[in-house]
T-cell receptor
Framework: GAVVSQHPSWVICKSGTSVKIECRSL??????MFWYRQFPKQSLMLMAT?????????EQGVEKDKFLINHASLTLSTLTVTSAHPEDSSFYIC????????????????FGEGSWLTVV | DAKTTQPPSMDCAEGRAANLPCNHS???????VYWYRQIHSQGPQYIIH???NNETNEMASLIITEDRKSSTLILPHATLRDTAVYYC?????????FGAGTRLTVKP
């Protein structure tokens, strides 16, 4: 299956600093990428949807100025958690939809391995 | 909000078939049924998806009812490594929203 890679796998940062998480589609072009967060023993919560070359669409309740999403190319999206606080500690997961094949939008979405963020 | 309903947990004996049900009575005509699973502390793993026909791949089979209001994921010979949370999702690919899923425990 297609591969989506996230980096870093885990990160510890100090409160008040910013941290960037990268999401790459390694063997396909991703026209759309999604970002989720997951707290322990809970399901994944969609944070935002990003399309290559345009602004991300954020879910209700997700602060766009705090969670900056950039999808500058068909293989890379980044999530920057600005001025992180301990309550932002979570498991962040991205996914990517395989792109256009023969003029038809892809319809399989693959997930990255996730990134653990701990803010101290 | 998720548009699917799944039992919170199920058990299955190792080597037996695991049949995981999912109700999606409000599914729209252009929405696919997707199944993913998540093993602890990892990203979700794609299993299978379908629109209206039954599908089979090397991991599982997906049976979708004729009215498309429910589906069943079948793991033909469950192993201990299949213990995970299984998510059934309906999506037209504009977004992918997760419900609570079914925690499948495969027992020796």
């Amino acid at each position: 299956g297609a591969v989506v890679s996230q980096h870093p796998s885990w990160v510890i940062c100090k409160s008040g600093t910013s941290v960037k998480i990268e999401c790459r589609s390694l063997d396909f072009q991703a026209t759309t990428m999604f970002w989720y967060r997951q707290f322990p023993k809970q399901s994944l919560m969609l944070m935002a949807t990003s399309n290559e070359g345009s602004k991300a669409t954020y879910e209700q309740g997700v602060e766009k100025d705090k969670f900056l999403i950039n999808h500058a190319s068909l293989t890379l999206s980044t999530l920057t958690v600005t001025s992180a606080h301990p309550e932002d500690s979570s498991f962040y997961i991205c996914s990517a939809r395989d792109g256009v094949r023969g003029g038809v939008p892809g319809n399989t979405i693959y997930f990255g391995e996730g990134s653990w963020l701990t803010v101290v | 909000d998720a548009k699917t309903t799944q039992p919170p947990s199920m058990d299955c004996a190792e080597g037996r078939a695991a049949n995981l049900p999912c109700n999606h009575s409000t599914i729209s005509g252009n929405e696919y049924v997707y199944w993913y699973r998540q093993i602890h502390s990892q990203g979700p793993q794609y299993i299978i998806h379908g629109l209206k026909n039954n599908e089979t791949n090397e991991m599982a089979s997906l049976i979708i009812t004729e009215d498309r209001k429910s589906s069943t994921l079948i793991l033909p010979h469950a192993t201990l490594r299949d213990t995970a949370v299984y998510y059934c999702i309906v999506s037209n690919n504009n977004d992918m929203r997760f419900g609570a899923g079914t925690r499948l425990t495969v027992k020796p």
